[in-house]
């Protein structure tokens, strides 16, 4: 996500991106976001959705997690156009 952020960035795009990446095989860094934190987050990305012209989904390897996958429906029904970095 760093990498597409970057090259995003350089190209002169605006970039309203995730500021925390929890991920599920990441246990130790979980531990430390609470129930409440990820609720929040979770609300945080859908607004940041809403600012968002499009949506880029970084998926190595075609992987889309269940957060990201209810953030893709939420993009889709609000009509933003979206793209993968990877095959789905």
């Known amino acids: 996500m760093h990498a597409a952020n970057r090259d995003l960035t350089f190209a002169g ?3 309203v991106a995730p500021g925390v990446f929890p991920r599920a095989e990441d246990h130790e860094a979980n531990e430390s976001i609470t129930n409440e934190q990820k609720t929040a987050l979770g609300a945080l990305h859908l607004r940041k959705i809403d600012l968002a012209d499009r949506v ?10 269940e957060s990201t996958s209810r953030e ?4 889709r029904a609000t009509g933003k156009p979206i793209s993968f970095t990877d095959p789905v």
């Not at 880029?56 to 997690?65: E, R, S, T």
């Open 13 to 15: 795009v605006i970039v």
């Open 72 to 75: 893709i429906a939420y993009a």
């Open 56 to 65: 880029l989904v970084v998926n190595p390897g075609g992987y889309i997690g």
